[in-house]
C-alpha cells in the first residue's frame, strides 16, 4: 500500500515540534548503528559510485554494497543470472537483518528485474514499516528506465516522490535549485558554473502531490524538457524520507570536469536521509574529509609497502607500531566526529599526517636495506657481463685469436 506523504514544516523547525506535530514519536526516527553511525545500503551499480565509495574511509558511515545492474559499460552488459547470485550473496538475508545494519537505502542504477519481487518489497517495507531512508538517483535503469524496466509498478516506485516516464534519459538540461532553504541544499555550494549543473543528464520524472521539490531541471535547447524534476523529497507515515535524484551520481565526479564537493553531496544527503543534523560549514567538512580519505589511501599503501618489506626478512616492528599510534589517534577522532566536532577532528588528523610521512620515509629506508642485497646481486651480475663481454671482445677484435693473418694479397684485376 502507498503511504500518504507528510506535509513538509518550515525549515528551522526542531526535530521535537517535528515529531510532535506528525506524530511520530513512537516510530524509528536517526536510530542508527549501536556505535552512532549511519548504515548505508547501496543497491546498484558499484562501478558507477565513486562518492559511496569514497564513503567508506567515513566514520560516520558503514556501507555495504550489492551490485544489481545487468547494463554494465558500453556495449557489454552482464548475465542476469550471474548478477542475481551476486544480489543473494551480498543483500541481507532477511528483513531484520536489515533494520540492524542499516538506516538508508540507495538504489542507484539497479535493475528491479535482477533485484526480483522479494527483495524489492523487502527494502520497500523497510521504509514503510521500519522509517529507514531511501533515495534513489538516476540512470538507465532507474526511475522509468531506457531501455530495461520500470521501477513504476513495483512497490518501491510506488512511495517514491515521482512518478515515471517511462523509455526517457535526457542528455542535457541546466540545474536549478528551488528551495534554497532547505537543510541539505544550504550544506553546499551551487555554483550555477559547475560542468555537472549545466550538464545534467538525467530520467524525465513528474512530481506527485504533496512531495517537496528542492531542484529541477531547466533547458533552453529543448522547449519538451523544460521543468523536469531534479530533486524530489517526502516523508512517509513511518517518518522515513524518500529522495528523488534523477541525475546521474557518476557525472558528479568522472565526466566533463569532475565536482570537487561530489563526496560531500553524496555523504550530506546520506545524513540528511538518515534523519541527522547536516553539518553546514562546507569548507572545514570538506577539508576533513579529505584528509580522512588522503590518510586512509596513503595508510593502505604503506601497509602494502610493509608487506613487501617483510618479504625481504625486513624488521617492520618500529614502523607497525608508529602506524598502531596513527590508528589510535584517528580512533580518537571517531567520537568527535560522529559528535560533528570537525574542529577537533581537522588537528588530530593534521597531526596524524605529520607522523605519517615520517612513517613514510622510515618504510623507504627499510625498502633500500632490504633490498641492498638484490641491488648487490643485482651489481655483480650486470659487472660480471660486462666483464665477460669485454674480454671476449678484446680477443676477437684485439688480439683476433680466432682470426689466421693473411699472407698475401693481390689485386685480381675484376671490377
Not at 529543448?222 to 531534479?230: F, S, T
Amino acid at each position: 500500500m502507498v503511504r500518504r506523504a507528510s506535509p513538509r514544516l518550515p525549515c528551522g523547525a526542531s526535530a521535537v515540534t517535528v515529531l510532535a506535530m506528525l506524530g511520530l514519536c513512537q516510530l524509528p526516527f536517526a536510530q542508527g548503528l549501536e556505535d552512532g553511525r549511519i548504515g548505508v545500503l547501496f543497491v546498484g551499480d558499484t562501478a558507477r559510485a565513486p562518492p559511496f565509495k569514497m564513503m567508506v574511509s567515513d566514520p560516520l558511515c558503514s556501507v555495504g554494497f550489492v551490485y544489481a545492474s545487468i547494463r554494465g559499460w558500453g556495449l557489454t552488459s552482464y548475465d542476469s543470472a550471474a548478477v542475481q547470485r551476486a544480489i543473494r550473496m551480498n543483500m541481507p538475508r532477511t528483513y531484520g537483518d536489515l533494520m540492524k545494519r542499516y538506516d538508508v537505502i540507495v538504489l542507484s542504477e539497479a535493475n528491479p528485474q535482477a533485484l526480483g519481487t522479494s527483495y524489492i518489497e523487502m527494502l520497500s517495507r523497510g521504509a514503510e514499516e521500519g522509517g529507514r531512508g531511501l533515495l534513489m538517483s538516476g540512470g538507465w535503469e532507474s526511475f522509468g528506465g531506457a531501455g530495461y524496466p520500470a521501477w513504476g509498478q513495483t512497490s518501491i516506485g510506488r512511495i517514491l516522490p515521482t512518478e515515471d516516464v517511462p523509455g526517457t534519459w535526457v542528455q542535457e538540461g541546466r540545474l536549478v535549485i528551488d528551495n534554497k532553504d532547505n537543510e541539505f541544499i544550504r550544506s553546499l555550494p551551487w555554483n550555477p558554473s559547475d560542468y555537472f549543473m549545466n550538464n545534467f543528464h538525467h530520467n524525465v520524472v513528474t512530481i506527485r502531490q504533496g512531495a517537496e521539490l528542492l531542484g529541477q531541471i531547466d533547458s533552453t535547447s529543448l522547449a519538451a524538457w523544460k521543468d523536469h524534476p531534479a530533486m524530489v523529497t517526502w516523508d512517509l507515515d513511518s517518518g522515513a524520507m524518500v529522495f528523488a535524484y534523477t541525475g546521474d551520481l557518476t557525472e558528479l565526479s568522472w565526466w566533463g570536469t569532475p565536482w570537487i564537493y561530489a563526496y560531500d553531496f553524496q555523504s550530506n544527503l546520506a545524513i540528511y536521509i538518515g534523519r541527522r543534523p547536516v553539518p553546514q560549514d562546507i569548507n572545514l567538512v570538506h577539508l576533513v574529509r579529505t584528509m580522512m580519505f588522503q590518510i586512509a589511501v596513503r595508510k593502505s599503501l604503506l601497509l602494502t609497502l610493509l608487506d613487501f618489506c617483510e618479504t625481504f626478512g625486513a624488521n617492520t616492528r618500529k614502523v607497525v607500531s608508529g602506524m598502531d599510534g596513527v590508528d589510535a589517534a584517528i580512533a580518537s577522532a571517531k567520537a568527535k566526529y560522529l559528535e560533528l566536532r570537525f574542529d577537533e577532528v581537522l588537528d588530530i588528523y593534521r597531526q596524524a599526517e605529520k607522523a605519517l610521512v615520517g612513517l613514510e620515509a622510515d618504510a623507504m629506508v627499510l625498502k633500500d636495506r632490504a633490498l641492498l642485497w638484490v641491488y648487490a646481486i643485482e651489481w655483480l651480475a650486470v659487472t660480471a657481463t660486462a666483464l665477460v663481454s669485454s674480454f671476449l671482445l678484446w680477443s676477437i677484435m684485439v688480439r683476433r685469436r680466432l682470426y689466421r693473418e693473411v699472407q698475401l694479397t693481390r689485386f685480381s684485376g675484376t671490377m
